[in-house]
């Protein structure tokens, strides 16, 4: 039976991972981490048995301790318990569905312990992929993508020679302001942002879809994932999400993958790669969806995405300022404190406002994210 951890497991990532495992019934689940959510883990615990549980904060966790006093899991609190769960001794692999850089330590540490990764946290790539892609060949394990364009283009390269790829061609739907101005844009409240055409995901997510940051974070993973130059890295607006991305090759075929909008497809395949199994599920239908179309994005209405590009040219740290910032600001929209179109301009100042680093260690990616927070609210 394959033993895995999941960090994040009761957000979109962690609990669709567990109904991929819950339709299989060959995998153990040995380690559960949440941040608070203590009603969800507490039900996930009873039904899963992990050893393992973290729960971010100590008093939390001693509730939940209580709660738990009749089963045998052990709840652990903080970076040190959540880099307990990321090494738990008996699981194989990490799913990694946290959100935001807390997930960098914990990926690390399981990457150290030999674990493969299932990996969702798209921000811990974007910031410390320099560190992580490296030490991950050295340690032989293998990094699997969850990110349904990066589980495409993964899916797309079985068999292939890396070194024949032309350009990566990933897919964006465009979010729920596709077409839009930035003067079309400037009312927007957190509860419009919040409704996604295609994916139902989590609520930082979604905003980053709907400023299209989260397309120049995914353009910055397929860098670290794929091993390709950022001039080979092109975004394509698809929006019916059919799509997931396409990679062309230097003989000028180009192959794709599509599907109907469904994480538990890039997860399951996550989880058994190689193996491809049945998950059931609507499958598409492509006399009713009659057409898929194609249109370049908007950087100039969104720019979050050339700024992403901007900072995946520049290299060092400034991924992780755009990344940091951009948390911040998605935190501040969220909150009701800043308007849609100031995640941008933040993220744009931070990056000029904030010291360059060329190759940053683990502490100083830290730093920065530190840096950048205390920067953005001395200004803002
Ligand atoms: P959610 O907000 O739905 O879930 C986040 C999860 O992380 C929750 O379980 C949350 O716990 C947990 N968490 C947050 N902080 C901590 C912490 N300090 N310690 C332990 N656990 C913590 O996010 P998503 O599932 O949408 O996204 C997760 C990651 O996957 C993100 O990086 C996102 O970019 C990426 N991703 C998501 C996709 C999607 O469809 N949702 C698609 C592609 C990538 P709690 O519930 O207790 O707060
Ligand atoms: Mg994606």
Redesign the pocket.
Known sequence: MKKIAV??????????TLEVVRANQDIQVTAL??????V??EAQIREFLPKLA???EEDRAEELRKKTADLSVRIVSG?EG?IEAATESEAELVV?????M??IRPTIAAIEAGKDIAL?????LVTAGHLIIPLAQKKQVKILP???EHSAIFQVLQGEDKKTISRILLTASGGPFRGRTKEEMKEIRPEDALRHPN????????I?SATMV?KG?EVIEAKWLFGVEPEQIEVVVQPQSVIHSMVEFADGGVLAQLGTPD?KLPIQYALYYPKRRYLAGQRLDFAKLGQITLEAPDMENFRGLALAYQALFKGGNMPTILNAANELAVRRFLEGSIRFLEIPEIIEASMQAIPYREYPSVEQILETEQETYEWIESRW
């Open positions: 960090l994040g497991s009761t957000g979109s990532i962690g609990t669709q981490a949440a941040r608070s959510n203590l969800v883990l973290c729960v971010w970076m959540l990694t569905a946290v959100v935001g807390i997930g969702a946290n798209k921000e811990t969850v990110d349904s994916w139902t995901m989590g609520k930082k997510i979604t980053d989260n974070l994480m």
